[in-house]
């Protein structure tokens, strides 16, 4: 069946998605086709070029392909906060293919009703009985990788987003390859760091039960230690409920430091907890470097005690994942690999989407470009 030129609307970010129901082709068959057409977006310092150019380059291919009707999900951990711009993303690339799909979250749970990781199961299952020729899914962690393997064995790819299942049968995973990212956020810092000796202190993750926070972490410590500073980390404490013990914890890895803290890097959305953490161990100066771009870390950065972050590309993440669904189904998985090549890196299967690095004298400009891709936080 052809492609005809409907443009189905999910319910987030309709004003994003109406450039996709463009002017009709006609196939050989004589029907009415609509090639795919991106919306276009203004050129800002921050727009990644490597990447749309990439992008333009799978629709080419896929407009040369017969435009075929596909349905498709997109299964995100909650759709608030941190993943908001990876649904906006996703809802646009998907109206702009014009597909059947919609973006699933937030699993919300009881006490005594399933987990968020029976959930996210139960929706991989429910999409596969209804037809979809893709799923896309941010995993929580591994009890997730058969209800993936299931998918696969029934014939409907699985690309990871986000976090990812490097065991389990997922065709392919899309977003911040986790090692250069904290060797990056790291070597950030270190340019405003006095000569060593001195300090580190890492906001970070040392348990490996959490693939993407380790691997992060142990980006960042190589890249400290190559420079000659001591890294210390600190290991992060998740949830509003403990927020003051992580302060605690890191303002007490602070104060013991030996030689003395020279500089603080935090490695996810809630590392505008370092400032706390610094004012608490009486050092206020300590240049700081995050990741994210939490409203906190955000409000932090204006009053210039955060000096710079990182952000993981969420919009395009999102985006990213229905054009490589929509390519898999129309040009199959080797020719949008081929595609995707330049921005593969580690292996055939990982798609690095990059980060952007933002000083804090930069954030007007930086919010000027997600305003750009209707991408704010």
Request: net charge negative.
């Amino acid at each position: 069946m052809t492609r005809t030129g409907q443009c189905w609307m999910v319910a987030f970010g309709l004003t994003l998605m109406t450039a996709a129901c463009g002017s009709s082709a006609t196939s050989d068959s004589g029907e009415q086709v609509t090639p795919i057409k991106r919306a276009e977006i203004p050129q800002n310092e921050f727009t990644p070029l490597e990447l749309e150019a990439t992008v333009d380059a799978l629709v080419a291919a896929i407009n040369e392909s017969p435009l075929d009707e596909a349905q498709m999900v997109v299964l995100l951990k909650n759709l608030d906060d941190f993943f908001a711009p990876i649904a906006t993303g996703a809802n646009r690339a998907m109206g702009e293919l014009g597909v059947i799909g919609n973006v699933i979250g937030p699993n919300v749970t009881t006490v005594d009703g399933p987990s968020s990781q029976e959930l996210q199961n139960q929706q991989i299952a429910q999409a596969v009985a209804d037809g979809a020729h893709g799923i896309g899914v941010s995993p929580f962690d591994t009890t997730n990788a058969a209800a993936v393997d299931d998918a696969a064995a029934n014939g409907v790819p699985v690309v990871t987003l986000d976090s990812d299942l490097p065991d389990s049968k997922r065709s392919l995973y899309v977003g911040t390859l986790n090692v250069p990212a904290g060797a990056t956020a790291a070597k950030t810092l270190l340019a405003m760091l006095p000569p060593p000796p001195g300090t580190v202190v890492i906001h970070g993750i040392l348990g490996a039960t959490w693939p993407d926070g380790y691997d992060r972490t142990q980006g960042a410590l190589a890249a400290i230690e190559e420079a000659g500073y001591k890294p210390v980390v600190s290991e992060a404490i998740f949830g509003d409920e403990n927020e003051a013990s992580d302060i605690e914890r890191m303002r007490g890895n602070l104060v013991a430091a030996s030689p003395p803290a020279v500089g603080i890097l935090g490695l996810f959305n809630i590392s505008y907890r370092c400032v706390p953490a610094a004012d608490g161990a009486a050092m206020p100066g300590l240049p700081i470097v995050t990741f994210d771009f939490d409203p906190r870390t955000v409000d932090l950065m204006r009053q210039n005690r955060i000096k710079a972050t990182h952000t993981q590309r969420q919009y395009y993440e999102g985006y990213l994942v229905p054009y490589i669904l929509y390519g898999m189904k129309s040009i199959g998985l080797e020719a949008t690999r081929a595609i995707l090549a330049p921005l593969i890196e580690e292996d055939e299967s990982k798609i690095n989407i990059g980060i952007d690095v933002v000083p804090a004298e930069k954030i007007d400009a930086y919010n000027d470009f997600l305003v750009s891709i209707g991408s704010i936080q």
